[in-house]
Every structure is written in structure tokens, then in C-alpha cells.
């Protein structure tokens, strides 16, 4: 399928099918690729990486940040609000680590994207046979819908607290679903309007849980030991299984593998695709840093508020905002309202993100060359009917809505492996990859966070299934189908150690 690297020309590089008809791009059409300053010029520089240039990292800037509003989301924001209300500062430490294990997975998936100039849905409709590549589409499909569940839902209900209740649950599902003409409307500016807009969305959720952060004023002293003192009891075991689980998300690493792909690079010049790498894992790290931040503004705040009070295991998305202004009251401004429009922004921003990686995923996957709006029209209405159904079902209550984003958990966890075996399989593959696969310390370490979120959210699962399933002949179709997905994800690991 590959062509050999010891036939290439260039010393490093992936080259495109030879085929006759060589399948276009699903991710950014020539036209629509930013021009890095530089990238043209004159001078050759071969293997070496061209020096740092601030202007250029400013050019690079943006996928990353795109990518790491999948680390804000209102599931991770419900995560963080819970873990602090129950969990005090003792897990902010997970937190750190677990953004770190995030940051190692996003930047594997830059990396297959720079270096070989497709994404990572595009790669596996090409490196695994039809049935396989079937099943990881329909998983990933199903990890984005169910990831866009909890974002629409989190929108509408920040939208009826900004709207003091006025505007139900499913009023606030189909205000949500109109991003999707936001969306539409920006990318006809180009990838850098699009960027700009979420730029402002991740300073707005800075700025209003920043707020909130200072009306709580949480211990520094606490604050810091959460960070740098591992601690865990069996207690919080099941926040701590929340927070790692919540920020690895199998539709966030399709993504970020295709938005790379929106900077022009030279795939013929090895120091350029270096310089490409080098300038995405500085931005990326930075953008996941703000995250970091944002969600121990949040962790903190409930920390402060809920930590050892009859209340804290009652804490939910649906009441934190009425929870955060009994306790710290209305000030200059109501704090339930700071609570609302950060959610909002977060809602908002993962939701039209979403609607991003659902065009990349479908176009790879099914190699599509339909039109872009009309790829977000049908990615758009895969997540909002769905959540349309859900709202009208489910009302408002704190229970029902809580055990519903206990499944859509549930539904996300199982499609993780799904998009991470996939990802190591291709970085390590040197037909694949060039030069630019990873090396052995870096696969032995990419294996074992691999293994240990597999892990982690296997914990989950069990957790729930053991809780939620009863009777013989519902026992017995789990069992088949935890069967079925074992035995995939071992073809997927068999696959990935074969040269």
C-alpha cells in the first residue's frame, strides 16, 4: 500500500499513492492551507530545521487550541466540579498528569498528520481491510455522538440559566444546534476566523471561571499540595477514574491529526517538517496549559464551596450554578450567571468542534467528497436528533440527567482504545511514517498511557455494568458483546505488531 522507504527519493518521507486516481484531500483543500512565513523561501535547508521564528510559531498557532476545547467541555467541567466538591484538592495532582497523558496522545496525532500530510481516519481506511475500518468508523461515530450529547446538553442548560429558566431544556438543544451556521459561516473567512472565534470562546471560559476563582479565594497552600502530593483513598476513586477518563477523547485525536493539516508544509524537506512539528508541539503544550488551568479554577472553586458538606454527592451540571450562588452569593455580579455564560462558552465551543472532527471522520473514513456544508449539515443532525429525543425524554431533573451522562460515559470509554491502538499502530510503522516514526522509549511509553486508560476506563465500565446489569438473558448479551469487543481490540493489537 506504501511504498517502500528504501525506494524513496527524498530521504524522509511518506510519498503519495501512485495511483491513477489519487484520492483528493478530506481535510483542507489547497486553497484553504494557511502559508507559513518562511515557508517559500529560497534557501534549503535539508535535514536541519530552520531557527525558531516567533512569527512563525504565531502563524502555527491555533490547532492546538482548537484541540483542547475537547478538554474543556461541559463533561470535563462537571468532572472537575465534582471532584472538587468531593475529592477537596486531593486529585488536582490526576489532573495534571492525566492533561500531561493528554498532551502525549494529541501530539502523536499532530505527528501522523505532519508527517505523512493525512489524518488519522484517512490512514485507516487505507492501513485496515473494509470490515475493520467499518467497525472503527461506526465507533467513532458513536464516541461523537455521544461526546456531543453532553456538549449540546450542557449549552441548553447554561442557556436556561442566562435565560432565568425561561427557555427549557430542548429550547436550549435547538439554540444550540444553530452553531452549526456559525460554524458554516466563518469557515467561508478561513482557518484563521474560525481559530479567532474559538481564541475568544477559551478567554471567555478563562475570564468567567478566572471570576469565580477569585470571589471563592481558595487556599494557595492547599491548593499547591493537591498539585505536587499524589493522594488518592478509596473514597474518591471514582472521581479520580472521572477525571482521567473524561479528558482522553477518542474523537479529540481525530481531530487534531486532521487541523494540522490547515499550515502548509513542504513533505519534501525533512528540516521542514520538523520545523512543522516543533512549532505544533509548542502550541499545543501551551494550549493545554491554559486548559490546566481553566479546570483548577473550576476544581478549586467547588473545592472551596462543597469539600466535607452533606451536599457534595449531590452536585451536579444541572445545579452547580443554583449550588455556587447560595454559597458565594450575587457580588458585583450574580456568580450563577459567571457559571452560566463559562458554560456556555464551553458548550458552545465543543459543540462546533465536534461538528469538525464528525466532517474529518466521515470524509476519511468513507473517503467523501461531498460538500463541506452539506458533510456538517449530516454530521450536525447525527448529534442534535439524538439530543433532540434525549430532551424531550429526560426532563430536567438532576437524577435523570445524571444517569444519562453516566452511560453516555460509559458509551465514550468503550471507543478509546478504538482511536488510540489505531494511532500507535501508524506512528510506529516506518512505511508509514518515514523518518518520523517514534522511537523505541517514546513507543514504550505511548503503549503504557495506552494501556493505562484502557485500564482505567475498563474500571468504569465494570463499576457500571456490575451496578446496571440484572437478569440472565441481559448478563448473557453483555458477555457476547464484551467477547466481540475484546477480540477486536486484541486483532488491533495482533495488527499493530506486524511490520
Not at 474523537?251 to 487534531?256: A, E, R, S, W
Not at 454530521?379 to 429525543?389: C, E, G
Not at 448473557?476 to 488491533?492: H, K, P, R, S
Request: negative net charge.
Amino acid at each position: 500500500m506504501y511504498p517502500n522507504p528504501q525506494e524513496q527519493s527524498q530521504p524522509l518521507l511518506v510519498q503519495q499513492h501512485q495511483e491513477d486516481e489519487e484520492p483528493q484531500e478530506t481535510a483542507y483543500d489547497s486553497s484553504e492551507k494557511i502559508v507559513v512565513v518562511g515557508i517559500n523561501e529560497s534557501t534549503n535547508w535539508g535535514t536541519s530545521v530552520p531557527p525558531f521564528s516567533w512569527k512563525k510559531l504565531w502563524r502555527f498557532t491555533g490547532p492546538g487550541f482548537l484541540m483542547s476545547i475537547a478538554f474543556l467541555d461541559p463533561g470535563n467541567l462537571e468532572g472537575d466540579l465534582q471532584a472538587g466538591a468531593i475529592a477537596g484538592y486531593s486529585l488536582l495532582w490526576l489532573l495534571m498528569w492525566a492533561t500531561a497523558m493528554g498532551l502525549l496522545i494529541q501530539l502523536l496525532a499532530a505527528r501522523l498528520g505532519v508527517a505523512t500530510g493525512k489524518h488519522l481516519a484517512e490512514l485507516c481506511r487505507e492501513e485496515y481491510p473494509r470490515w475493520a475500518r467499518n467497525v472503527l468508523w461506526v465507533m467513532a461515530e458513536f464516541a461523537l455522538i455521544g461526546s456531543d450529547i453532553q456538549e449540546v446538553i450542557g449549552s441548553a442548560i447554561a442557556i436556561r440559566i442566562l435565560s432565568n429558566g425561561v427557555v427549557p431544556l430542548w429550547g436550549g438543544v435547538i439554540i444550540t444546534a444553530l452553531d452549526c451556521f456559525i460554524f458554516l459561516f466563518l469557515e467561508n473567512y478561513g482557518v484563521r476566523s474560525l481559530e479567532a472565534f474559538f481564541a475568544v470562546l477559551i478567554g471567555i471560559m478563562a475570564v468567567a471561571f478566572g471570576w469565580m476563582f477569585s470571589e471563592a479565594k481558595p487556599s494557595g497552600k492547599e491548593l499547591l499540595v493537591g498539585i505536587f502530593v499524589p493522594k488518592l483513598s478509596s473514597r474518591t476513586i471514582q472521581q479520580a477514574v472521572g477525571v482521567v477518563g473524561c479528558l482522553i477523547m477518542p474523537h479529540n485525536v481525530f481531530l487534531h491529526s486532521a487541523l494540522v493539516q490547515s499550515r502548509q508544509v513542504d513533505h519534501s524537506n525533512q528540516g521542514r517538517v520538523q520545523e512543522a512539528l516543533n512549532y505544533f508541539s509548542i502550541e499545543s503544550t501551551l494550549a493545554l496549559i491554559v486548559s490546566f488551568i481553566i479546570n483548577i479554577f473550576v476544581t478549586a472553586v467547588f473545592a472551596k464551596g462543597f469539600y466535607g458538606k452533606e451536599t457534595a454527592n449531590s452536585i451536579g451540571l444541572v445545579n452547580a450554578g443554583q449550588y455556587l450562588q447560595d454559597t458565594y452569593g450575587g457580588g458585583m455580579f450574580p456568580i450563577l450567571y459567571i457559571w452560566g455564560i463559562g458554560l456556555l462558552a464551553a458548550g458552545q465551543s465543543s459543540t462546533i468542534t465536534g461538528t469538525y472532527a464528525g466532517q474529518f471522520i466521515m470524509g476519511g473514513f468513507l473517503n467523501l467528497r461531498l460538500k463541506k456544508w452539506m458533510r456538517a449539515l449530516i454530521t450536525r443532525s447525527f448529534a442534535i436528533v439524538p439530543t433532540m429525543i434525549v430532551a424531550l425524554i429526560f426532563d430536567a431533573t438532576e437524577d435523570s440527567l445524571d444517569v444519562l451522562n453516566e452511560w453516555l460515559n460509559v458509551l465514550q470509554s468503550v471507543q478509546i482504545p478504538f482511536a488510540l491502538i489505531p494511532l500507535l499502530c501508524l506512528v510506529s510503522k516506518e512505511q508509514i511514517m518515514g523518518t518520523f516514526k517514534i522511537g523505541t522509549v517514546l513507543k514504550i511509553t505511548s503503549w503504557c498511557v495506552a494501556a493505562l486508560v484502557t485500564v482505567i476506563n475498563g474500571y468504569l465500565l465494570m463499576e457500571f455494568f456490575s451496578a446496571e446489569v440484572n437478569g440472565i438473558i441481559v448478563g448473557a448479551i453483555v458477555c457476547l458483546v464484551t467477547a466481540a469487543y475484546v477480540a477486536f481490540i486484541i486483532y488491533l493489537i495482533l495488527r499493530a505488531t506486524r511490520k
